[in-house]
């Protein structure tokens, strides 16, 4: 009896070490669809609480009746929370139990757990990893990458630029690509990587990337939010904001992707500093956002295309987030998205839905994609990568590959064709 005594002392205190403090409760992600507008509102009352975090939507106030909420619950609220569903007759499942596993696995890193597997690629790196990667690839391939230091975010963190080019002369267009706005969504600057790589691998291997980097430079930006993904990694997994401090509010971050200068702070973002989708004091009142909208106003001329990296959902969106309006090209940019997602589905066998991102989503005003669009980018889209809400924004390691390839896929369909227009 002694034994068994100590043995469970044992097993308690290696939980306790894994943060399981002895019970099999776990932080969750459910599944819940609201059907009446009571249960709309209940759901909006529990979502803004701070043992939840809401993935989707991204706010309580886009919360409506028959769409599926995913709520992110933390283990002490696992209980309160399905008891008052169930109380209120909403329906709900449960989209993941295992969350620490899944964030566990994330974070291994093959220097210090061998058993992480995979190359670089294949895994999450860490900003610090990040930093590392790019430096260290601009100084293998000084004949085709640039390392531009365009600003500083909130904590001091390098927004660092890669510029891409094929080895020949000047060339008078190039090509945006922003990942990492939003901190939690990790495939994202996984993608911006993975990216990197493949153009400076596969040039004069893959004819489409050739003619990319023959005819284009193209700019990227890992990690736009480093503050935010560094705190992904140290703190909180589900944070999304930058992690800029304001006076008098003791809520900290501004939604990057509501703080540019379209239709700002309109209908679809809040101006409560508590709020994952707040707008920031006035438009361009973050760093991060002022350095991105300084080089690409110094660059408009240029810069024919401009990607920005998401996830999750699967969709290939363009503007307007900030109007039910139409842009004078919409036809045009959907015809692009249409032949994107036909191409990934055709490789893939995976649905992405495409649109413009209030008739898709819901209106977002502030969005780095609207902004370029009015700064006469005429080829402005926002991707949603994997996956459509089984794992969300903890999307495994293993699934890096084919969430890569196929939102590569989608960007060398849309680049080829914006270069042939061009012409
Ligand atoms: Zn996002």
């Known amino acids: 009896m002694r034994r068994l005594i100590l043995l469970s002392i044992l097993i308690c205190f290696h939980c306790i070490l894994k943060k399981c403090l002895c019970s099999s409760e776990q932080d969750k992600v459910l599944s819940i669809t609201a059907m009446t507008q009571e249960q709309v509102n209940l759901l909006q009352n529990i979502s803004s609480h701070n043992e939840t975090s809401l993935w ?223 707008c920031g004091r006035y438009p361009e009142s973050e760093p991060e956002v002022q350095a991105v909208t300084k080089f690409l106003r110094a660059h408009k001329a240029s810069i024919k295309l401009f990607f920005s990296m998401h996830s999750y959902s699967q969709m290939l969106l363009f503007p307007y987030s900030y109007t039910h309006e139409q842009i004078p090209n919409h036809s045009e940019l959907f015809e692009l998205v249409q032949e994107a997602a036909i191409k990934i589905r055709r490789h893939y066998k995976n649905n992405y839905r495409y649109g413009s991102g209030a008739k898709t989503i819901y209106l977002a005003p502030g969005g780095s994609d609207d902004w370029a669009y009015d700064q006469g980018i005429l080829y402005s889209f926002t991707f949603e990568l994997q996956d459509r809400g089984r794992y969300g924004f903890l999307l495994p390691p293993n699934l890096i590959t084919v969430a890569c390839n196929e939102a590569l896929a989608a960007v060398k369909t849309i680049a080829i064709r914006v270069l042939e227009k061009l012409q």
Request: aromatic residues 10%; contains cysteine.
């Open 56 to 278: 989707q939507p991204a706010s309580p106030s886009h919360i409506t009746s028959n769409t599926p909420v995913h709520l992110y619950v933390q283990s002490s609220s696992v209980t309160r929370v399905t008891e008052l569903l169930n109380t209120h007759g909403l329906s709900f499942s449960v989209l993941l139990e295992n969350t620490q596993e899944l964030i566990q696995e994330q974070t291994r890193n093959s220097t210090t757990d061998p058993k992480s597997g995979g190359t670089t690629y294949e895994r999450y790196q860490s900003l610090e990893d990040i930093y590392y990667l790019i430096n260290k690839t601009n100084q293998e391939h000084p004949d085709m990458t640039k390392l531009i230091l365009i600003g500083s975010s909130f904590e001091k963190n390098p927004l660092y630029l890669l510029k891409l080019s094929g080895r020949r002369g000047p060339v008078d267009k190039a090509m945006w690509m922003d990942c990492g706005i939003h901190a939690r969504e990790w495939i994202s600057p996984a993608f911006c990587i993975w990216f990197i790589k493949y153009a400076l691998t596969f040039y004069k291997e893959n004819p489409d990337i050739t003619t990319l980097l023959d005819k284009m430079d193209i700019y990227i930006l890992p990690v736009m939010n480093p503050d935010g993904y560094k705190y992904t990694w140290t703190t909180n997994r589900m944070w999304r904001k930058n992690r800029s401090v304001m006076e008098g509010s003791s809520c900290v971050g501004v939604d990057l992707n509501r703080n540019f200068d379209a239709n700002w702070c309109t209908t679809g973002a809040s101006s409560s500093p508590c709020s994952d989708i707040y």
